[in-house]
């Protein structure tokens, strides 16, 4: 890592902790449509995006761009709400900072939420997914470049990049808050567009259950730092193909909030038995 990049880092940390002084330890990125989810985040502290050095704004729509702590079922957390994506033109410094500043802050578990595909008749929209392991499939990676020794080994171990302890800890809350949760792999590509249905049926043969445009650079950086990483998929459409229907950001919106009520009972399901 450069020089640059690391003075990024400890001036971001820098300037949320001028802001929160005892930064939760536990963090969730919220993926398209899923913003709601930090209206219940009680005597939030909230710092957009745009005065954090290191943090971008995402132009997409479903986005807001705001860093929020607070508390939830009386558990302290921290919300990144809204993310950016690859497909923005964001290279990987833009996507690893923010994760490096909440690794700096003391972030030890991380819940990545994204809108997804479903590729399998079984993943119909409105399903929630905890994700079980992933494809790079855009083989797009924010760890390329020099190695910063200080955050984690130059080769990271990949055999369990979604934290077991931490899936379970989920899988339990969906149980007790009766909320079905399936499980599946997810498939990352950069878009923008969204997949042809030639596509759609290859990474259903690879192994994928999921396709989406997020989260596996995050996970990438997070395990890299040693933070303990969850992925959930809101499934807000069928795949390419596997439905007649043509494919639009504002259904992903749409389906997103709708079956974001569920994903914010297994949070809070979740939080309260911490
Ligand atoms: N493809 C890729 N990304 C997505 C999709 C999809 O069908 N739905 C939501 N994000």
Redesign the pocket.
């Known amino acids: 890592m450069t020089q640059k990049s690391s003075s990024l880092i400890a001036s971001g940390a820098l300037a949320i902790q001028a802001r929160i002084a005892d930064f939760p330890k536990t963090a969730i990125v919220l993926g398209?449509g899923l913003g709601h989810f930090a209206d219940a985040v009680s005597g939030a502290t909230t710092i957009p995006f745009g005065d954090i050095p290191g943090f971008s704004k995402s132009t997409v729509v479903g986005h807001s761009g705001n860093l929020i702590a607070g508390e939830m079922e009386g558990q302290r957390i921290a919300v990144m709400q809204g993310r950016i994506h690859a497909y923005e033109g964001h290279g990987g410094p833009a996507i690893a900072t923010p994760i490096r500043i909440l690794k700096r802050l003391g972030v030890e578990w991380l819940i990545l939420t994204?809108?997804?595909?479903g590729l399998q008749l079984e993943m119909a929209p409105g399903s929630l997914v905890l994700i079980a392991d992933h494809i790079n499939f855009a083989q797009f990676n924010p760890l390329i470049g020099p190695n910063d020794d200080s955050f984690g080994p130059r080769f990271p171990d990949m055999s369990a990049p979604y934290d077991p302890v931490l899936c379970g800890k989920l899988e339990q809350a969906a149980q007790a808050a009766g909320v079905l949760l399936k499980k599946g792999v997810y498939l990352f590509?950069t878009?923008p567009n969204?997949?042809t249905a030639a596509e759609i049926r290859m990474f259903a043969k690879l192994g994928a259950d999921l396709?989406?445009?997020s989260t596996v650079p995050e996970c990438l950086v997070a395990r890299h730092a040693g933070i303990r990483v969850a992925g959930i998929s809101i499934v807000?459409?069928y795949?390419?193909g596997l439905s007649g229907e043509p494919?639009t950001h504002q259904e992903?919106l749409a389906n997103a909030e709708r079956a974001g009520q569920g994903l914010e009972q297994l949070l809070r399901a979740f939080l309260r038995q911490l």
């Open positions: 398209s994204n809108a997804a595909g590509v878009g969204f997949e396709v989406g445009m807000t459409n795949g390419t494919l992903t």
